[in-house]
């Protein structure tokens, strides 16, 4: 039982360059997420999708898109790569209890550090 | 929004004293505050949480503290092992669901032997 797994683990662009960050999870949850960490700034929101099908914008969403592809996977695309961009990815799932006042833990993958040269 | 202020930054403690860490929030309508360790290289992992209907909630050698009227909440951890280091983020949301969770900037705790 992975958890969730995210590739790669590292990675190098120059500036315009695109990429896609991958994740998959193993726990069947319904909800994913995608979060950027920078020094000094905690867990960014960038995108998230509540199910199998939707996706949604968070807190810091521009300059990236994002796939559902199955209830599994999530992606998370960078088209164009700029500096700004430099930091590490998270990508996390959970359970929703719809309605309820339960929360569902995030549960992380270890990952994906990238820097846009 | 939520706004989330953490401190401090950073925390060093010898082997066996207690370490605390301190959130404020914004908005008097969040219910619940979870708390996420992340050790190195690792992504963050949720230690406790607690909700608006309760003031206090341990676990072992962890217990989290909740004061409405203030709007602040914190985190303490008793007989600190070398293991504790770690980055620790409070997080607080209004709603059931954790695309509205706001997560504080981080305290890098460093327990020293």
């Known amino acids: 039982n992975a958890g969730v797994t995210q590739t790669p683990k590292f990675q190098v662009l120059k500036t315009g360059q695109s990429m896609t960050l991958q994740c998959a999870q193993d726990m069947n949850h319904n909800s994913m997420y995608w979060y950027r960490q920078d020094p000094g700034m905690g867990l960014r929101l960038i995108y998230y999708?509540?199910?199998?099908?939707?996706?949604d914008k968070g807190e810091v969403p521009n300059g990236y898109n994002v796939s559902r592809l199955n209830k599994r996977e999530f992606s998370l695309r960078l088209e164009s790569a700029a500096p700004s961009q430099t930091s590490v990815y998270f990508c996390a799932s959970s359970e929703i209890v719809w309605g309820g006042s339960y929360n569902s833990p995030l549960h992380f993958g270890n990952g994906t550090r990238l820097t846009v040269t | 929004g939520e706004n989330v202020e953490q401190h401090p930054s950073t925390l060093s403690v010898q082997e066996g004293d207690s370490a605390v860490i301190k959130c404020t929030y914004s908005?008097?309508?969040?219910?619940?505050f979870p708390w996420y360790k992340q050790e190195l290289g690792k992504g963050p992992q949720l230690i406790i949480d607690?909700?608006?209907?309760?003031g206090e909630k341990k676990d072992q050698r962890i217990a989290v503290t909740l004061n409405k009227t203030a709007k602040h909440f914190s985190l303490h951890i008793t007989e600190t092992q070398p293991e504790d280091s770690a980055v620790y983020f409070c997080a607080a949301s209004w709603t059931g669901t954790a695309s509205k969770l706001t997560f504080g900037t981080g305290t890098r705790l460093q327990v020293t032997l």
């Open positions: 908005d008097s309508a969040s219910n619940y």
């Open positions: 999708s509540a199910s199998e099908g939707t996706t």
């Open positions: 607690i909700r608006s209907n309760v």
